[in-house]
């Protein structure tokens, strides 16, 4: 919705509902990362961004490699770091 069609509060809207099933910050830290990840490009207020962000991140220190490796992703939880912190940044 946001990156092809420019409709940032449709993918909020859309966001919120997932974040809502996942369980919050509470959720699997897998599901949250990439969530938050992905919320934090939709905001339209900077401070938002930066809470997202910062969820992201704190969600990511909780990931094993194992746990990476079950989703499917062909990298180290280590290799989330240098998108989140420049996000960050």
């Known amino acids: 919705m946001h990156h092809q069609h420019g409709r940032r509060e449709d993918a909020r809207d859309l966001f919120t509902r997932i974040w809502d099933e996942i369980g ?3 959720g699997d830290p897998l599901h949250v990362c990439v969530l ?3 919320m934090a490009d939709v905001q339209d207020d900077v401070r938002q961004e930066l809470v997202w962000d910062r969820r992201a991140l704190a969600a990511a220190d909780l990931l094993t490699d194992e746990q990476v490796a079950r989703a499917g992703v062909p990298m180290p939880a280590a290799g989330l770091y240098p998108s989140l912190h420049l996000n960050l940044a």
Request: no cysteine.
């Open 36 to 38: 938050a990840h992905a």
């Open 24 to 26: 919050g910050e509470q």
